[in-house]
Protein backbone atom coordinates (compact mmCIF):
# COMPACT_ATOMS: atom_id res chain seq x y z
CA UNK A 1 0.00 0.00 0.00
CA UNK A 2 1.07 3.40 -0.96
CA UNK A 3 0.93 6.87 0.63
CA UNK A 4 -0.13 9.09 -2.49
CA UNK A 5 2.15 12.18 -2.27
CA UNK A 6 0.89 16.00 -0.66
CA UNK A 7 1.25 18.15 -3.38
CA UNK A 8 1.53 21.80 -1.79
CA UNK A 9 1.31 24.86 -3.28
CA UNK A 10 3.83 27.27 -2.38
CA UNK A 11 2.27 31.06 -2.51
CA UNK A 12 4.64 34.12 -3.29
CA UNK A 13 3.79 35.36 0.36
CA UNK A 14 4.33 31.76 2.27
CA UNK A 15 7.88 31.77 0.37
CA UNK A 16 8.46 35.04 1.42
CA UNK A 17 7.96 33.94 5.15
CA UNK A 18 10.39 30.59 4.26
CA UNK A 19 12.49 32.94 3.24
CA UNK A 20 12.40 35.50 6.21
CA UNK A 21 12.57 32.45 8.90
CA UNK A 22 15.65 31.15 6.94
CA UNK A 23 17.19 34.75 7.05
CA UNK A 24 16.77 35.25 10.59
CA UNK A 25 17.67 32.01 11.90
CA UNK A 26 21.09 32.61 10.08
CA UNK A 27 21.63 35.93 11.68
CA UNK A 28 20.31 34.53 15.11
CA UNK A 29 23.18 31.56 14.78
CA UNK A 30 25.64 34.16 14.06
CA UNK A 31 26.77 33.15 10.68
CA UNK A 32 25.15 36.17 9.42
CA UNK A 33 27.27 39.14 11.65
CA UNK A 34 24.47 41.45 13.00
CA UNK A 35 25.34 44.79 13.74
CA UNK A 36 25.77 45.34 17.11
CA UNK A 37 23.08 48.14 18.36
CA UNK A 38 22.05 49.45 14.93
CA UNK A 39 20.41 52.70 15.05
CA UNK A 40 17.67 52.40 12.83
CA UNK A 41 15.92 55.29 11.04
CA UNK A 42 13.25 55.39 8.14
CA UNK A 43 12.56 58.77 6.83
CA UNK A 44 9.19 57.74 5.08
CA UNK A 45 7.87 56.23 8.39
CA UNK A 46 8.90 59.38 10.43
CA UNK A 47 7.97 61.99 8.39
CA UNK A 48 3.95 59.71 8.98
CA UNK A 49 5.13 58.91 12.53
CA UNK A 50 5.32 62.74 13.15
CA UNK A 51 1.87 63.34 11.43
CA UNK A 52 0.37 60.67 13.74
CA UNK A 53 1.57 62.04 16.76
CA UNK A 54 0.25 65.48 16.12
CA UNK A 55 -3.10 63.86 15.30
CA UNK A 56 -3.06 61.56 18.82
CA UNK A 57 -2.06 64.60 20.32
CA UNK A 58 -5.07 67.10 18.54
CA UNK A 59 -7.67 64.38 18.75
CA UNK A 60 -7.32 62.64 22.37
CA UNK A 61 -7.84 65.40 25.36
CA UNK A 62 -7.10 63.12 28.88
CA UNK A 63 -5.76 63.97 32.27
CA UNK A 64 -2.03 63.63 32.56
CA UNK A 65 -2.62 61.21 35.36
CA UNK A 66 -5.29 59.01 33.49
CA UNK A 67 -3.00 56.56 31.37
CA UNK A 68 -2.38 54.05 34.07
CA UNK A 69 -6.41 53.07 33.92
CA UNK A 70 -6.51 53.63 30.17
CA UNK A 71 -3.61 51.04 30.07
CA UNK A 72 -5.87 48.54 32.26
CA UNK A 73 -8.95 48.86 29.97
CA UNK A 74 -7.04 48.80 26.79
CA UNK A 75 -5.07 45.51 27.88
CA UNK A 76 -8.71 43.97 29.20
CA UNK A 77 -10.03 44.56 25.46
CA UNK A 78 -7.08 43.39 23.73
CA UNK A 79 -7.23 40.58 25.50
CA UNK A 80 -11.11 40.15 24.50
CA UNK A 81 -10.15 40.38 21.28
CA UNK A 82 -11.33 44.13 20.93
CA UNK A 83 -8.61 45.88 18.99
CA UNK A 84 -10.78 48.70 17.66
CA UNK A 85 -11.90 49.88 21.39
CA UNK A 86 -8.18 48.89 22.32
CA UNK A 87 -6.72 51.43 20.49
CA UNK A 88 -8.61 54.22 21.47
CA UNK A 89 -7.44 53.62 25.46
CA UNK A 90 -3.74 52.92 24.20
CA UNK A 91 -4.02 55.87 21.94
CA UNK A 92 -5.54 58.03 25.20
CA UNK A 93 -3.03 56.32 27.51
CA UNK A 94 -0.13 57.94 24.68
CA UNK A 95 -1.23 61.21 24.78
CA UNK A 96 -1.68 61.18 28.98
CA UNK A 97 1.57 59.85 29.42
CA UNK A 98 1.96 56.51 28.73
CA UNK A 99 5.10 56.11 26.65
CA UNK A 100 7.22 53.75 25.01
CA UNK A 101 4.44 51.02 26.85
CA UNK A 102 1.81 52.55 25.61
CA UNK A 103 2.75 53.20 21.60
CA UNK A 104 3.86 49.41 21.57
CA UNK A 105 0.71 48.20 22.52
CA UNK A 106 -1.62 50.55 20.31
CA UNK A 107 1.08 49.20 17.41
CA UNK A 108 0.21 45.72 17.92
CA UNK A 109 -3.78 46.75 18.70
CA UNK A 110 -3.25 48.39 14.83
CA UNK A 111 -1.65 45.22 13.49
CA UNK A 112 -4.18 43.03 14.94
CA UNK A 113 -7.67 44.71 13.68
CA UNK A 114 -9.36 42.60 10.79
CA UNK A 115 -9.75 45.27 8.02
CA UNK A 116 -12.85 45.63 6.18
CA UNK A 117 -12.16 48.34 3.72
CA UNK A 118 -9.15 48.95 1.39
CA UNK A 119 -8.72 52.34 3.67
CA UNK A 120 -8.50 50.68 6.78
CA UNK A 121 -5.94 47.88 5.06
CA UNK A 122 -3.50 51.08 4.22
CA UNK A 123 -4.11 53.26 6.94
CA UNK A 124 -4.04 50.63 9.66
CA UNK A 125 -0.48 48.99 9.01
CA UNK A 126 0.79 53.08 8.56
CA UNK A 127 0.09 53.70 11.90
CA UNK A 128 1.03 50.36 13.37
CA UNK A 129 3.95 51.24 11.63
CA UNK A 130 3.94 54.93 12.92
CA UNK A 131 3.17 53.87 16.57
CA UNK A 132 5.97 51.53 16.87
CA UNK A 133 8.47 53.88 15.03
CA UNK A 134 7.74 56.33 17.19
CA UNK A 135 8.05 53.98 20.57
CA UNK A 136 11.53 53.06 18.78
CA UNK A 137 12.32 56.64 19.34
CA UNK A 138 11.49 57.34 22.99
CA UNK A 139 12.36 53.66 24.28
CA UNK A 140 14.98 53.87 26.65
CA UNK A 141 15.28 49.78 27.12
CA UNK A 142 17.00 47.30 24.67
CA UNK A 143 13.83 45.31 25.22
CA UNK A 144 11.61 48.36 24.10
CA UNK A 145 13.58 48.60 20.76
CA UNK A 146 13.67 45.13 19.86
CA UNK A 147 9.88 44.67 20.54
CA UNK A 148 9.13 48.44 18.56
CA UNK A 149 11.23 47.08 15.65
CA UNK A 150 9.98 43.72 15.49
CA UNK A 151 5.95 45.18 15.76
CA UNK A 152 7.64 47.91 12.97
CA UNK A 153 8.82 45.17 10.68
CA UNK A 154 5.58 43.49 10.94
CA UNK A 155 3.67 46.51 10.11
CA UNK A 156 5.99 46.62 6.80
CA UNK A 157 5.02 43.43 5.78
CA UNK A 158 1.37 44.16 6.11
CA UNK A 159 2.42 47.19 3.52
CA UNK A 160 3.83 45.04 1.83
CA UNK A 161 7.68 46.32 2.24
CA UNK A 162 9.79 43.39 2.28
CA UNK A 163 13.47 45.05 1.92
CA UNK A 164 12.12 47.97 4.89
CA UNK A 165 10.65 44.73 7.05
CA UNK A 166 13.93 42.59 6.80
CA UNK A 167 16.16 45.80 8.06
CA UNK A 168 13.56 46.33 10.57
CA UNK A 169 13.41 42.55 11.90
CA UNK A 170 17.54 42.37 11.35
CA UNK A 171 17.78 45.53 13.69
CA UNK A 172 15.51 43.87 16.37
CA UNK A 173 17.76 41.39 17.08
CA UNK A 174 20.83 43.26 17.20
CA UNK A 175 18.98 44.77 20.28
Not at 66 to 75: C, P, V
Amino acid sequence: MTVPELQIQRSPLLAFYSSLIAILALIYSGLVPAQAAMVYSHAKTAQQAGQYDALLQQTYKVRANSYKSLMRRGTAQFYRKEYRQAINKFAAAYVAGGGTQALLKLSAAHLYVKTKTYQERYSFPERAASAAYLAYKSASRDDDRAEALKLLGYAFIRRQWWRDSLTALKASLAH
